[in-house]
Structures are given as C-alpha cells and as structure tokens.
C-alpha cells in the first residue's frame, strides 16, 4: 500500500505565493506519474498538473506561467510552486501518484487533500 502526505496548503491572498510539498511512502518499486488535482465546492476534481519520472510535464491551461511542478525521484516527493495566485485558485488541492508496487502490482493512490485559499 502506498500513502501520499501533503503539506503546504494556507490562506494567501491574491497575488501571492504558495507552495504544496507532497510525500508518498509504503510499498514503492517505482512511481512513474505524479500530479496535482484541485476540487472546489460543487466541482469535479480536475487535473492541475502532472510530472512523470523523465520530468516530463502537463498543466491546465488555468495554471500555465504561474504554477510550476517538481519531483525528487529519489526521495519520492512531489511539489507544487504556485505564483500569482487567484481567488479562482481556491479548492481542495490533492496530489496523485501512479507506477507499481514493491509486489509489481499497479497503483494510483491519493493524499487526503490540503486546503487553498486564495482572498483578500
């Protein structure tokens, strides 16, 4: 089993800068994907942005010139570098891994969600 443990969410206002660290630990043979989702009140979880184990990455266009994403694949971390931050930004941010186990079975797991706000 693999667990994920986010850090960093906060209240910021607009304009300003926040930072989402995310830990994942258990069962690890390799981990290819890891992301970050937001959910906000009343809406579907959607995807922010991905990295995989090359360092290859995707944003939503929302977040594109403003979030940046980074991975220690030694350590098994993820981060989330938010800059310029928008009251629209607010949500439920959550961060997703997927590869395979130590017993080479295939997982995608989730942390339990940090809270972002973003208002003046």
């Known amino acids: 089993q693999v667990q994920l443990v986010e850090s960093g969410g906060g209240l910021v206002q607009p304009g300003g800068s926040l930072r989402l660290s995310c830990a994942a630990s258990?069962?690890?043979?390799?981990?290819?994907?890891m992301g970050w989702y937001r959910q906000a009140p009343g809406k579907q979880r959607d995807l922010v942005a991905t990295i995989t184990s090359g360092g290859s990455t995707n944003y939503a266009d929302s977040v594109k010139g403003r979030f940046t994403i980074s991975r220690d694949n030694a350590k098994n971390t993820v981060s989330l570098q938010m800059n310029s931050l928008k009251p629209e930004d607010t949500a439920v941010y959550y961060c997703n891994a997927e590869g395979y186990s130590a017993g080479y079975y295939r997982f995608r797991s989730w942390g339990q969600g940090t809270q972002v706000t973003v208002s003046s």
């Open positions: 258990g069962s690890i043979f390799s981990i290819d994907a």
